[in-house]
């Protein structure tokens, strides 16, 4: 066989391997949602089925070496840097892992996680048991992070997603204003290129540009989008979310400045998507514009039942912004449920069934809370046969 058709076959095999990944997690969400649905509905109360929590965010390291003005991250180890000696290792990890099989979905965040020597054993450790794995990069160390995000690339199976984000938050001056690093937005650009010859290799490999607004950017956001476009950036690559206010996770409840002028926010992501088709035509921004017109509108936040959030030092969260510590890991052998059944936990989900939080639009805890319910998921499989039939108008991706 040429060398072309034999590079063409393994592209197919790899893309046949994908979709059957994405069916896999169809199946799964599906038997969770049942279960905690037909639990409800027999009257279980506020606690979940066995079936939850089945999504997490972790957050591997808090390190980083950039300045930004929306998060604190940065300034964590500087305040106290002895707790550096207590965040997590790769082994605690894998057991983590493997001690809470439900888990459907893990995505790790930081801090940079790259500025972790170790950060591929994570990666590596999700991509063994089936998870997809993900990175968001501030690609200060461009060297460092081509090198390791080479290597890892070699060694991942190929049989799931990995997602990677290159954050970009303005034009030049507007970046380094932001990130407070000179020089940092020609390292983005370097590295986001290099990313993109990356995807045309490896076929599970998704690329694009992550931009936070706060009122420092995002007026300047459309001829951001602009520039990019025409450097060649395809419309869909191009990523936004609205800096959160966070005293446990982003430190920044001080010095953040949010966009509070939600309907110019409005006006400005819908015209982009007007000017350029593929623009926020995905789940995420469709309800996140629904989110700017009325917070109460849409899906239910299912924090503290079906997902949450852990820190480096293993303690739980039910997201990134609601301060409300649930318990640590390390003190209750790493089990997840056992840890949702504790008095902290049991009240959290009470007061939300009482009253649901609306505080923010978050994608990772929206887009998993629709997930987490049988009408979620008739809504998702409902918009995806509109796309495949090719209904007018519907071209958004709403794929897992
Ligand atoms: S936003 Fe990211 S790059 Fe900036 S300080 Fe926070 S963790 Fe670091
Ligand atoms: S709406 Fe936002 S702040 Fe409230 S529980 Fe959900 S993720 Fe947390």
Known sequence: MPASSSHEAAIRRSLDTLARDGLRLWRRWLGAALRNDLRRCAGGGADPSP?????????????????????????????????????MTPAEFERFLDTNPQLIQVATTGGEQFNRDDVEEFWLAMDRRGHRTSCATNALETDR????????????????????????????????LVRGTPGGFARAWRLFQWAREQERRYPFY???????????????????????????VPPHKIGFMSALPSAHYYQNEKGLQPVTARDELLALVAELQQTHPGFGRN?????????????????????????????????????????????????????????????????FRSEMAAKPCTLCFNECNRWTSMRATTGGLARIAWRQARKLLGAPGDARRWRM
């Not at 940065?74 to 207590?86: D, S």
């Not at 420092?216 to 476009?229: D, G, I, Q, S, T």
């Open 51 to 87: 079936a939850f929590p089945a999504h997490f965010l972790v957050s591997v390291t808090y390190r980083c070496d950039s300045r930004c003005t929306h998060c604190g991250i940065w300034t964590t180890y500087r305040k106290e840097p002895e707790r550096a000696q207590r965040e």
């Open 283 to 347: 789940y995420y921004t469709e309800s996140y514009l629904g989110w700017l017109r009325d917070p109460a509108s849409g899906v239910r936040c299912l924090a503290g039942t079906a997902l949450g959030y852990i820190d480096p030092y293993w303690d739980v969260y039910p997201c990134i912004v609601l301060d409300r510590k649930l318990g640590n890991l390390r003190e209750c052998g790493f089990d997840l449920r056992r840890l949702w059944q504790s008095p902290a936990a049991r009240a």
């Open 206 to 232: 998704r690329v694009e540009i992550s931009s936070t607004l706060t009122a420092a950017n995002y007026r300047e956001f459309p001829a951001f989008v602009e520039w990019l476009v025409a450097q060649g």
């Open 145 to 176: 992070i081509i090198e390791r995000e080479g290597a890892l690339l070699s060694r991942l199976s190929g049989r799931h997603l990995r997602n990677f984000a290159v954050s970009l938050d303005g034009l030049e001056a507007t970046h380094v």
